[in-house]
């Protein structure tokens, strides 16, 4: 027998390319379909969750927010009505102040009315001790009034002044006595600094009291020595006195507006602080025209607002912890669907094994689905052992699945047969036959599958396989020799001297399809190319009867191969029901 590389007369073959298949519209293909390929897929895990926490947000979140504008709202008037009793109770310290001196020095009138003689020097030694101790009385000649006897005199109030022997500014109160007596008395700025000091709730309050918006009388917590009177100056500018943040009271900033509410005030930064003031004017008496008012630290003021913005933080901190929460409940419940769609993703690549069994759940619903499905895939692994699992699976991958597929094809069938089976056969039980066959057809099915190829069926002790279908294959001939030879390696391997195949491949068009009937359907190949493959694997018994492996290819099938291919040419075979000699080469 000659060593050739092709046959004679033959050249390698440029493939024509295969008809074009009808297309077939899968369920990802189908347009129609509304779901996209750009369409954003959630899972229904985080879905949920989503949806869970949405809901909390949008009602819890209603809830607070109407809480808080309410808390605040609240807040505001309590806050109002707080600063309006400081002011009140200012006012009430501030007139009461002046109703009792004035009711003292009254007093002293009326009990010069009833005396023989003038007031002396140490009749106002007796005054003195329930007056202010800074307080200084001075007795002078009074002219005559031309009030009546009966009438009781007035006390009157001058503004503050300078005099000497004081060193703040003084403050008088002047009464005719009637006896031709006239009684001062000057009340010093220091008597209106304790006077502050004791409109004071609290420590946290800075009382004030101004004779206009420029003029300071006294302020808490500023020393004696800023209050030093002069002629020019009686009362200090209240922009001079540096030491309080009230000297940038009226100063307009960026930082700095007036309140809002009922209350007169200013929100104003001094010192790298922000401060609030409230005031009042003085309508009547002889504070007309002053302003009374308390400073506060401006965090210290809104304590109360800055409480219903912790509460409202708690809240919202709670919010997003519900919210994490009902995401992480919603992803938990939406665990199981997942775990059942990568299960049903396996089930659809045909990967039965790989198909998680899903366990049970404490959803009646839920439990009942993981139950069906478990139970679906026992049965489909079951079923996958009388069906080509493979050859489905290209289907499917086609999409071939949906409509009755049958075309003409150019393809390369492989046959192989277990020679000698029929007499070992008789020499085994049953069990040792089934074995055997099962490792035999582990062999070849091994072989096949590395090479991308179909197993058609199972002839007895037979394989009947294909290349070309269901998908392009253009190599389809280099391809199953492959598998040809990768079988012979193997069975080469596995020193197993008693299984010897004969194996038949041959190239040629065939009908590929699904024949059968609606309720039994194969995926298969007809033609003539089909019998020359089967006619070839049984003619190997007459070239090698005791080899392990002997393989036949047909001329057609060895022209597809790629130039220095290396076989054995057999010359022209005139094989069994064929009237035409074909050229056939020994591969294996």
Not at 390 to 410: D, F
Request: hydrophobic share 45%; charged share 20%; net charge neutral.
């Amino acid at each position: 027998m000659a060593q050739d590389i092709l046959p004679q007369g033959s050249e390698p073959k440029k493939r024509a390319s295969n008809p074009p298949k009808p297309q077939v519209l899968t369920p990802e293909a189908d347009p129609k379909r509304p779901h996209g390929p750009g369409q954003i897929r959630l899972p229904v895990g985080v879905a949920l969750g989503l949806v869970f926490s949405l809901l909390l947000v949008i009602i819890c979140g209603s809830i607070i927010a109407y809480l808080a504008s309410s808390d605040r709202r609240i807040a505001m008037r309590l806050l109002d009505e707080q600063s309006r009793a400081v002011l009140k109770s200012n006012e009430t310290v501030l007139h009461g102040f002046f109703k009792r001196q004035e009711q003292l020095f009254l007093s002293f009138a009326g009990h010069a009315s009833i005396m023989d003689r003038n007031l002396t020097s140490q009749d106002l030694a007796s005054y003195d001790r329930v007056l202010p101790k800074e307080v200084k009385l001075e007795l002078r000649r009074a002219a005559p009034n031309g009030e009546a006897g009966n009438t009781l005199p007035t006390a009157t109030w001058s503004p503050f002044a300078f005099k000497e022997g004081f060193s703040t500014a003084v403050a008088a109160l002047e009464i005719n006595l009637g006896n031709g007596q006239q009684l001062i008395g000057y009340f010093p700025q220091t008597v209106f600094s304790r006077l502050v000091r004791d409109m004071a709730w609290d420590d946290r309050q800075r009382n004030f009291l101004l004779k206009n918006r420029d003029t300071a009388i006294a302020v808490d917590g500023v020393p004696e020595s800023r209050f030093v009177a002069t002629h020019a100056d009686p009362l200090p500018r209240l922009a001079g006195l540096t030491g309080t943040p009230l000297h940038l009271l009226w100063q307009e900033t960026d930082t700095g507006h007036v309140m809002g509410g009922s209350v007169e005030g200013r929100l104003f930064p001094a010192g790298g602080r922000m401060y609030t003031a409230i005031y009042t004017e003085i309508s009547g008496g002889p504070a007309q025209g002053w302003i009374v008012g308390t400073l506060y630290r401006a965090a210290e003021f809104g304590a109360v607002l800055d409480q219903t913005w912790a509460v409202l933080y708690v809240a919202l901190a709670a919010l997003v912890f519900g919210a994490i929460l009902s995401f992480l409940v919603g992803r938990m419940l939406g665990r199981p669907l997942s775990r059942l769609a990568m299960s049903a993703a396996e089930l659809r690549k045909l990967n039965f094994e790989a198909a998680e069994r899903l366990p049970r759940s404490r959803l009646a619903e839920m439990d009942d689905v993981n139950q069906a499905f478990n139970g679906s895939v026992g049965a489909l692994n079951a079923f996958a052992k009388y069906v080509p699992r493979q050859l489905v699976s290209r289907l499917i991958e086609e999409g071939m699945t949906h409509s009755r597929n049958i075309e003409l094809r150019e393809m390369t069938i492989v046959f192989t047969d277990l020679a000698g089976f029929t007499g070992k056969a008789s020499h085994l039980t049953a069990e040792e036959t089934a074995s055997y066959l099962n490792a035999y057809f582990e062999t070849v099915s091994d072989a096949i599958a590395e090479s991308e190829g179909t197993i058609d069926k199972f002839l007895g002790d037979g394989v009947m396989a294909f290349w070309g279908a269901p998908s392009d294959q253009p190599d389809h001939a280099a391809m199953a020799i492959a598998a040809v030879r990768s079988l012979a390696e193997r069975l080469e391997r596995s020193g197993k001297r008693d299984m010897r195949v004969r194996i038949g491949v041959h190239t040629g068009k065939v009908v590929v399809g699904d024949i059968g009937t609606p309720s039994r359907m194969n995926y298969t190949v007809i033609g003539d190319a089909v019998n020359v493959a089967a006619r070839l694997q049984e003619y190997g018994k007459h070239i090698d009867p005791d080899a392990t492996v002997i393989a036949l290819a047909s001329a057609q099938t060895i022209a597809q191969m790629p130039e220095g291919f290396s076989c054995t040419s057999l010359g022209q075979v005139q094989l069994r029901g064929r009237e035409e000699p074909l050229g056939v080469f020994r591969i294996a």
